[in-house]
T-cell receptor, first 116, second 118 residues
Framework: DQQVKQNSPSLSVQEGRISILNCDYT??????FLWYKKYPAEGPTFLIS?????DKNEDGRFTVFLNKSAKHLSLHIVPSQPGDSAVYFCAASARAGGTSYGKLTFGQGTILTVHP | EAGVAQSPRYKIIEKRQSVAFWCNPI?????LYWYQQILGQGPKLLIQ????????DSQLPKDRFSAERLKGVDSTLKIQPAKLEDSAVYLC????????????????FGAGSRLTVL
């Protein structure tokens, strides 16, 4: 039962253009969403997050959009840079009585390649 | 600050053998997690500790996996006996949070221990 899905295994964009990574979820209890970035031979690192009470959160070149009715979120990177090339994981969390903090459900990941 | 330390980085064993992974979280972090990442999939939570107590081990295959965090600091994850499907990267993560908050979902991960079972 894949509760968080990233249907695009890979994405290739040109430097300076926009990268859009997509994520869908099925569990309506999820109320907090995050994106993590992972370089080879390193652990995932936190990138940006959004609460279910918002529909947009921006941090520099990174913006996350949440569409609760569609159970869909997306990460926009503008402009894309070669250093952004990595695997991007979407993750979701449900508060569930206050004990499930940090119990993240991850998508399969999308490999982003930004060409110079 | 020093990050989350894990060892060994790589381990190759034969099926039915045992293996242990060690994790030292960021100093002062109360909550420690072990995640399993199989190739082509996202990380999956195995077990969550707060200090030396288990918060959630619902997805830990307890017939072969065990984990402990005896003094509330470092932790060990053991697999005995290993199966082919246990081949994965085992990620340790930590967080300073002791209760739910938006920040409690921001985990600091180690580089992982890659296990290959032949």
């Amino acid at each position: 039962d894949q509760q968080v899905k990233q249907n695009s295994p890979s994405l290739s964009v040109q430097e300076g253009r926009i990268s859009i990574l997509n994520c869908d979820y099925t569990n309506s209890m999820f109320d907090y969403f995050l994106w993590y970035k992972k370089y080879p031979a390193e652990g995932p690192t936190f990138l940006i997050s959004i609460s279910s009470i918002k529909d947009k959160n921006e941090d520099g070149r990174f913006t996350v959009f949440l569409n609760k009715s569609a159970k869909h979120l997306s990460l926009h990177i503008v402009p894309s840079q070669p250093g952004d090339s990595a695997v991007y994981f979407c993750a979701a969390s449900a508060r569930a009585g206050g004990t499930s903090y940090g119990k993240l459900t991850f998508g399969q990941g999308t490999i982003l390649t930004v060409h110079p | 600050e020093a990050g989350v330390a894990q060892s060994p980085r790589y381990k190759i064993i034969e099926k039915r053998q045992s293996v242990a992974f060690w994790c030292n979280p960021i100093s002062g972090h109360a909550t420690l997690y072990w995640y399993q990442q199989i190739l082509g999939q996202g990380p999956k939570l195995l077990i969550q500790f707060q200090n030396n107590g288990v918060v959630d081990d619902s997805q830990l295959p307890k017939d072969r996996f065990s984990a402990e965090r005896l003094k509330g600091v470092d932790s060990t994850l053991k697999i005995q006996p290993a199966k082919l499907e246990d081949s994965a990267v085992y990620l340790c993560a930590s967080s300073p949070h002791r209760q739910w908050s938006s920040g409690a979902n921001v985990l600091t991960f180690g580089a992982g221990s890659r296990l290959t079972v032949l």
